[in-house]
């Protein structure tokens, strides 16, 4: 009788210790050293380029979401023609650095303002979520071109 009252005893607490446990709030806060991630997003992670070339985001990447390590440098190239006079406006969030900005002409054109790249050379200087936006026409927001990548800088450790 003693016996079986111990096991009783013993397998309520330990249901109740186990209950407390499977029950407790986890916080959603990000604790002091971590940034907030937009869960609502999918990014896809890619890793730094170890062989000294850059990521490249191109009109494929319009609207997509992209994971990296603070630091990184990386480009990105649209279509551009100087001739219509409606180049891209570009905006950028504050974690990333404009380290140079160039227009190509195609050579393959009769005119170097028609069919050429705009290549933005950026460098993720900031962790946490950033973006790139660029429009077309005046005052980059225009119904003629609109062009957004997102962006989740991850700090290095």
Known sequence: MRIS?????????FLVILASGCTKVQSTQPS???????????YLVIPPPSDGSQI????QDNGKGYAFPENT????NLTETLATNNPWKVSLSP???LLDSQYYANA?????????THVWTLEATGSGPQ???AGLGAY??????????LLQVIPRP
């Open 5 to 13: 009252t111990f096991i009783v005893s013993a397998g309520i607490l």
């Open 32 to 42: 002091e050293n971590q940034t907030p991630v937009d869960l609502s997003f999918t």
């Open 56 to 59: 490249v985001f191109t009109e």
């Open 73 to 76: 440098e990386f480009t990105v």
């Open 95 to 97: 974690g990333l650095t």
């Open 108 to 116: 393959s054109m009769p005119r170097f303002d028609v069919g050429g």
């Open 131 to 133: 973006s790139f936006h």
């Open 140 to 149: 980059g927001n225009s119904s003629q071109g609109n062009y957004t990548v």
